[in-house]
T-cell receptor, first 116, second 113 residues
Framework: NAGVMQNPRHLVRRRGQEARLRCSPVKGHSHVYWYRQLPEEGLKFMVY????????ESGMPKERFSAEFPKEGPSILRIQQVVRGDSAAYFCASSPGGIRGSDTQYFGPGTRLTVL | DAKTTQPPSMDCAEGRAANLPCNHS???????VYWYRQIHSQGPQYIIH???NNETNEMASLIITEDRKSSTLILPHATLRDTAVYYCIVTRILTDSWGKLQFGAGTQVVVTP
């Protein structure tokens, strides 16, 4: 029973390039979440998606960042025109969806983005 | 969501029980207590969660006080592989903040031989 999968695990980009991070949720999970962990800082929520819908993007930077979770395929976190400050670990989590109570999120191994 | 307070660090001897406290004095009736841990920059690992009653699984036990203002995570027999940052998170269900886990600084637990 595969857990949350993220790829690539490590990504190096030069300033101004685009970064695409992929997340395949646990089979059967319809909710996906993205978090960012800057160096020496805690995990911060970015966005919460269900299939084809953004539910909460309150943690997303206003510019250059976007996320999608299409009907088919993985969820994608896209960062356009990356800057050095985007260097961080990006974690994806998935959950089955709340059914009369708690909805536990399970995390992937993360993608480490380095911007040169 | 309610704020949580955890000690910044604690040491534990291998083979002994590790008791990790968490204060959440402003917790609301519809908020769950979740525990995660992060081992050296890996993805956070779910440990356990509860609402009112004490809970136990293969990893740990969660003891929630009757007034729900604090809880304790118990690792019954700590091993070196339990060295990690442990996060206590209170999260509201079925409201606007649904889905958003707010990680604090957590407790750095170091298990020593």
């Amino acid at each position: 029973n595969a857990g949350v999968m993220q790829n690539p695990r490590h990504l190096v980009r030069r300033r101004g390039q685009e970064a695409r991070l992929r997340c395949s949720p646990v089979k059967g999970h319809s909710h996906v979440y993205w978090y960012r962990q800057l160096p020496e800082e805690g995990l911060k929520f970015m966005v919460y998606l269900q299939k084809e819908n953004i539910i909460d993007e309150s943690g997303m930077p206003k510019e250059r960042f976007s996320a999608e979770f299409p009907k088919e395929g993985p969820s994608i976190l896209r960062i356009q025109q990356v800057v050095r400050g985007d260097s961080a670990a990006y974690f994806c989590a998935s959950s089955p969806g709340g059914i009369r109570g708690s909805d536990t999120q399970y995390f992937g191994p993360g993608t480490r983005l380095t911007v040169l | 969501d309610a704020k949580t307070t955890q000690p910044p660090s604690m040491d534990c001897a291998e083979g002994r029980a590790a008791n990790l406290p968490c204060n959440h004095s402003t917790i609301s009736g519809n908020e769950y207590v979740y525990w995660y841990r992060q081992i050296h920059s890996q993805g956070p690992q779910y440990i356990i969660h509860g609402l009112k009653n004490n809970e136990t699984n293969e990893m740990a036990s969660l003891i929630i006080t009757e007034d729900r203002k604090s809880s304790t995570l118990i690792l019954p027999h700590a091993t070196l592989r339990d060295t990690a940052v442990y996060y206590c998170i209170v999260t509201r269900i079925l409201t606007d903040s649904w889905g958003k886990l707010q990680f604090g600084a957590g407790t750095q637990v170091v298990v020593t031989p």
